[in-house]
């Protein structure tokens, strides 16, 4: 039977992947806690590890997981930056989960927006306490603006659909465009200056590490509203922070946090908040904060967990051959596994 501890268990993990998991065969010692430094030792024993975006699986991690025999490093998640896939290569094997629900994700940042811009979360507390004065809500329409999507993948396009539908104006910026979705791609330069709403699909990598920063935002038209849901570190926050008190920035919805790992997806109300920073951008009335949630749908989870356990099956009874590997030899870390026929080492 082969034996996987999973990291950082939630309660809306369980059901999904006890139902694959028993299907096929698999034991999960489910752990809550995060895998770092500290919690590695709980992997001892077990053929793989399952973790998720806020585990932290950095080199150290990675050679204590060796030791333990730990054959498979799973991520139940499409992004991968917390995984140091190079110190891995040659160790682990590292597989994730590519596309699970993109609709989730998209879906989750046109909700933000469209909470931002016409204000509903304040109108939702408004009348929870029979105030039905409208004073402060003016909102704006979304048709006719212009939306710069940055990153144009599987998100980023199903982003750029539900704007057509809205009626805007669609710019974008991707190092790899792609031909054939009628997109009119900008330079990023460009695409600061022109966009009314700036919506972030990209991966976080040394090179997109705060792509919004002060430059940036000193580019930016005056009453931007910008959208993360990839990922925190995307924002430089005392840059967003700043560009909100000089009223250049409209609005912020963030779905993610530069530092969100020790307090996102956990109940913090009642204790005293340590990062002044979130702090300080929650307390805006122009900024929505939601605790990385975008790929929380019924649909998502249940994709998830069918593809991890497939996932490992397919490392354990395939020959060590799984089409979502992480590869790192040849450095073209997700794309070589569309003509790879084996494993990566
Ligand atoms: P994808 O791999 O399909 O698309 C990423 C796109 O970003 C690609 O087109 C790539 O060429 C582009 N890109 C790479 N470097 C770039 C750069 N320097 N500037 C602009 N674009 C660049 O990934 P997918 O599935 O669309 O996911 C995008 C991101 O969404 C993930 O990396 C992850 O961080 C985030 N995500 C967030 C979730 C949440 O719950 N908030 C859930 C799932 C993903």
Redesign the pocket.
Known sequence: MIKVAFYDTKPYDKPSFEHYGVMHGLQFRFLEAKLNEDTVALAEGCDAVCVFVNDSVTETVIDRLYEYGVKLIALR???Y?NVDVRAAFGKIHVVHV???S?Y??AE?AMALLLTSVRRIHKAYNRTRDFNFSLSGLTGFDLHGKTVGV????????IFIDICRGFGMKVIA????P?LDGGIQYVA?DDLFAQSDVISL?????D??SH?INADAIAKMRKGVVIVN???GALIDAEALLSGIKARKIGAACL??YEEEADIFFEDRSGHIMNDDLLARLISMPNVIVTS?????TEEALSNIAETTVNNILSYFDNGGICENELCYRCGNI?HCKKTRKQKCF
């Open positions: 998640s499409a992004g930056n590519p596309a699970y993109p989730a994700v989750h940055i990153g144009t993948g599987k998100i980023g396009r910026y991707d190092p790899y792609v990023l699909h990209c991966p976080l990598t090179s997109t792509t849901t990839s990922r779905d993610v990385h949630q975008a790929f929380l997700e």
